[in-house]
């Protein structure tokens, strides 16, 4: 064995059979080192007491990462499904454990699973890309056959001629020096870190697309990936189908056909007239009652008030929109309270809200008959209030107004 | 069989057993040509790949009404390939994890490529889900990711348990394998002759050197990632079945739905395990690790978890008469009677009749009788899948709604196809990577005891 003492890093004893490196390890533990370690190519049973190696402490990382596990499952289902984005299913409770608790127990093992490989590395200092070991040629049977014990030089201990002397005891195939590497680069290999970096950059290029197009408008149709999906062999509304006589795709109804909740025949109540004059009275069977009053008001309040305001002062929200822009093409809503139409008989105003007026569509196809004439009813009621005398109030009322 | 002149059928070399069993199994990736079976296998398997290819660009480009999905079987084919692939992943981390628990050291000898098993065929399993939606480009609305939306998944549905279960599956499943890999990585590195694969297994062994600190460590985690997927495999197959079982539908709305589908996912693995073993050992000349024992130990395991699913099948028509429910009553008589009669008897005739012949010992150490077996085996739990599907969706409450579903060209195709894929992984799988545990099998080798001839 000749070498420079810097440069030597260690004695490596090789053993053919498991038990004759076992039997060394005793000596070695017993004679005090510490930087010291045996290589194998499979674990060896009983070779941690022999060695003198404690219990690791990788099963408390696996646990804190179960917990943390757990919590994101916990965490990411009352988060989704009970708070940002709601879900009601099947009449359940917004949020219950049990129907989460497969996702919780998927969760926590994913989570420990990462704990355990990764901690694995970690505490064992892998990746480890070099060691002076890897230069000896007998050293590769390491993961084949052969059974090694290694005593570092950095060890306390350490003594040439004393631990030549203790390795020789223990009856090894071979004792070696190994000395220290200064061949291998302390860089990466090129080619690995080349690697690397396109990969990096490739792996950037999907999000680049993804953040240009959520950044972007375009004017171009959608794709269509699945043509059969969006463009399907039928004829759909307002299509012209050759097939029939008018040359239409949409059928209208036969002559004569009554829908379950139409009344043809009761002209007062469909139209708002009678004999061609817009009736006064409501029609028969017309419930004048506070449930048809909040019926009256609900409907309103969707239908009439984003143009005629809540109050029917002809000041909704689309309307002040609309007076903002100031594009000068804007019809005012009227407002409701305006004496012509206090007077109006409640047939026009029936048929008004059926079939609109000047810039007022109709919502005949929208609201349904006992609807149109519930609204009639509250749009009476909104008019009565505007125009309340004050002796109308009650005491109590006229003092909460002062 | 292989060829005389193979060097598969040379006697193992070696000083001693350590260097025999890393001869034996390093060779069959080192060689500089597999045997012509291997060639065989892998033409076969690259045409069905294919096939597979050309089915999934076909269904892109033109929808899914090239299944044969009809109303009222909205769940067809897909699904049953789904739990068909997902079932046979099953066995290997059974294998893996199970056994290993249970300090059945037998388990060495296959557990490497019946985790390789259990991944691809979650790889299959998880294509079918994703073309099954209709938007195959899609998918990624099953996770919980943020969107222009403002949508989440709803997790109240299993469908979206079945997300995590498999995802999760998959994970912890490639994570083991890898783990398991690292040593014998080690060993493909330090008997590398080029450049390349030195560089390729010294990357994937990321410095391995067994020193005895690290095998500390490693046992350790390999003993809790056992002890992880131990209850996850469990957990994977319950969750599929909350698919049928958390359903309405006579037939699937049924407790014993989660057991029975493990127990099935067990058999039906273990099935693939010994059709994919039985070959590989022929091919690979490795008959002295994976022995007539071992096949004997599966073809047992198969016998006894047969004999589950059938005791599940008569349960299932049990209850049907004693819950005295009109519609499932009429269901079950409708698997074994009705227009699908044929699908349920070739289940029973190959999930509960085949396995018997294990009864004798002349069979079960048979490898040709064991490898037809598991053959028949895999068909019956695929007409499994079908019966649950299949019946009960066809003829549900209303029999006005009633319809007879027939498969199209396309459904079989990729049913074919995803065969391909799976033979296509697992022959390279043979090919380039350790087939066989090395350091688990030398381990448990009678030589290994460290102090063992202190006391004799």
């Known amino acids: ?402 | 069989m292989a060829m005389a002149q193979s060097p598969f059928d040379a006697p193992p070399q070696g000083e001693n057993a350590f260097a025999r069993i890393t001869h034996n199994v390093a060779r069959v990736a080192e060689v500089p040509k597999p045997p012509r079976g291997w060639y065989i296998a892998f033409g076969i398997a690259l045409t069905l790949l294919s096939i597979f290819g050309v089915s999934i660009g076909w269904l892109m480009w033109t929808g899914i009404g090239i299944f044969g999905n009809m109303n009222p079987v909205f769940w067809a084919m897909p699904i049953v390939n789904f739990v068909f692939w997902v079932g046979i992943g099953h066995a290997g981390t059974l294998i893996s994890a199970i056994l290993y628990l249970l300090r059945q050291n037998w388990r060495t000898a296959i557990n490497r490529f019946a985790e390789a098993m259990t991944i691809f065929a979650v790889i299959c399993a998880g294509i079918f889900p994703g073309l099954h939606v209709g938007r195959p480009w899609l998918p990624y609305w099953m996770f919980p990711l943020p969107n222009q939306m403002s949508m989440w998944p709803q997790f109240r549905s299993p469908l979206e348990w079945d997300v995590f279960a498999v995802g999760t599956y998959f994970t912890v499943s490639t994570l083991f394998w890898y783990m398991g890999m690292i040593p014998d990585f080690g060993t493909f590195r330090d008997r590398s002759t080029t450049r390349l694969r030195k560089a390729i297994f010294g990357l994937l062994a990321m410095g391995w050197r067994g020193s005895s600190r690290q095998w500390h460590r490693y046992e350790r985690a390999y003993l809790i990632l056992a002890a992880l997927a131990t209850p996850l495999v469990l957990s994977v197959h319950s969750v599929v079945s909350f698919d049928f079982a958390t359903a309405q539908l006579p037939g699937w709305h049924a407790t014993i739905f989660p057991p029975y589908f493990v127990a099935g996912a067990i058999f039906g693995g273990f099935a693939m395990v010994v059709t994919l073993a039985v070959p590989a050992r022929q091919f690979f000349g490795l008959k002295r690790i994976i022995t007539v024992g071992h096949l004997e130990l599966m073809a047992k395991i198969i016998l006894a978890t047969g004999m589950m699913v059938g005791y599940a099948y008569s349960m299932e028509f049990f209850i049907a008469w004693y819950g005295g429910n009109d519609y499932e009553m009429f269901t079950f008589f409708n698997r074994a009677l009705g227009p699908y009669a044929w699908s349920y008897w070739a289940m029973i005739f190959c999930n509960v009749v085949s396995p018997q012949v294990f009864w004798s010992k002349k069979m079960r150490t048979n490898p040709w009788v064991i490898l037809g077996v598991g053959v028949l085996v895999n068909i019956g739990m695929w007409f499994e899948r079908f019966v649950i599907v299949i019946t009960s969706l066809s003829r549900d409450f209303l029999p006005s709604s009633w319809g007879y579903y027939k498969p199209t060209f396309w459904d079989f195709s990729l049913l074919a196809g995803s065969f391909g894929l799976f033979f296509t992984l697992f022959l390279l799988f043979c090919r380039y990577l350790p087939m066989v545990a090395m350091a688990e099998v030398k381990a448990f080798h009678p030589s290994a005891h460290g102090h063992g001839d202190e006391h004799h």
């Open chain 1, 1 to 402: 064995m000749s070498h420079h003492d810097d440069d030597l890093h260690g004695l490596l004893a090789e053993y053919e059979t498991p038990s004759a490196l076992v039997a060394a390890c005793k000596k070695v533990r017993d004679a005090g080192y510490a930087k010291w370690d045996t290589f194998t190519p499979f674990p060896i049973h009983g070779i941690e007491k022999a060695m003198g190696i404690r219990m690791t402490g990788l099963p408390w990382i696996v646990l804190a990462a179960a917990l943390v596990g757990l919590a994101s499952a916990v965490g990411l289902q009352w988060w989704t499904n009970a708070v940002d984005y709601k879900f009601i299913s099947s009449g359940k409770p917004m949020w219950s454990i049990p129907a989460n608790v497969p996702v919780y127990f998927e969760l926590t093992v994913l989570f420990s699973a990462f704990a355990a490989l990764f901690g694995m590395l970690i505490l064992n200092n892998l990746p480890q890309p070099s060691h002076p070991l890897d230069h000896l040629q007998a050293f590769g049977r390491v993961t084949d056959d052969r059974f090694f014990l290694y005593i570092e030089k950095g060890d306390a201990k350490f003594d040439l001629a004393e631990t030549q002397r203790l390795l020789d005891g223990t009856h090894p195939v071979t004792v070696d020096a190994v000395n220290e590497d200064r061949r291998t680069s302390d860089q990466l290999p090129k080619p690995l870190v080349l690697t690397a970096a396109v990969i990096a950059v490739l792996a950037l290029v999907p999000f680049a697309f993804i953040a240009k197009a959520r950044a972007t408008k375009t004017d171009k149709p959608k794709i269509h990936a699945m043509g059969d999906m969006d463009w399907q062999i039928k004829f759909q509304a307002q299509q012209p189908n050759p097939l029939f006589q008018d040359g239409m795709a949409m059928r209208a109804p036969e002559p004569g056909t009554v829908a379950l909740d139409e009344h043809p025949d009761d002209e007062h109540l469909t139209a708002g007239k009678v004999d061609g004059q817009f009736v006064r009275t409501f029609p028969a069977g017309f419930k004048v009652d506070e449930a048809t009053m909040a019926r009256g008001k609900e409907r309103y309040q969707i239908f009439c008030a984003p143009c005629h305001g809540v109050s029917g002062n002809g000041d909704g929200p689309v309307a002040q929109r609309a007076m903002t822009l100031a594009e000068g093409t804007w019809v005012p809503p009227t407002a409701l309270g305006q004496d012509y139409l206090r007077q109006m008989a409640v047939g026009q105003l029936y048929d008004v809200v059926t079939n609109g007026v000047r810039n007022m569509p109709a919502y005949g196809s929208q609201i349904a008959v006992d609807d149109r004439w519930a609204v009639v009813l509250y749009l009476r009621a909104l008019q009565k209030a505007k125009a309340a005398p004050v002796g109308d109030l009650t005491d109590a009322e006229r003092a909460a107004l002062k």
